[in-house]
């Protein structure tokens, strides 16, 4: 199990690294998109450090219930330590992807229009329509979006 863990974790964090480098170069992952990320790894981190800490007790028990048994090889701190250190790195990051992008607001469309249409109305650049397409994924026809819906869109 301990392998296991170990294996699991540096896959995720892994994956992190990797939407992180992706999303420097060509961003297209959203802003919730990069909190669900930073929220999937500090609860992947925290579960292996609370995993590390147990096993460790569990280890100090047992050798104070035998005191036969050879000293204790495990040393969580250290481990914890840097799971710490790179849960700080990736929040960083996070929070830098975060930052270059401008804030989200949510807009309620007035008149029936279309994607292209409010992305020219709302940044004068009808191109932006994939853009709105992309943080809106829940369109039921995107072709029609009805006066009174609400859509997330960058504000500026």
Known sequence: RYVARHVRVAAVI????????????????????????RNDVRTVILTAIAAERAAELAVRTEQAANPILPPNP???T?????????????????QQLLDQRP??????????TNPRLLAHRLYGDHRRATELLRLNPEF?????????????VYAQ
């Not at 804030?103 to 029936?112: E, F, G, H």
């Open 140 to 152: 039921v026809n995107p072709a029609l979006l009805m006066a009174g819906y609400e859509v997330q």
């Open 14 to 37: 892994t994956a992190a690294q990797t939407i992180i480098q992706s999303e420097s170069r060509t961003p297209r992952l959203t802003p919730p998109d990069l909190i669900s990320v």
């Open 78 to 94: 250290a481990q914890v330590r840097a799971l710490k250190f790179v849960a700080h790195q990736i929040q960083t990051q996070i």
């Open 74 to 76: 495990i040393d969580a």
């Open 103 to 112: 804030p989200m607001i949510t807009y309620r469309i007035a008149l029936p």
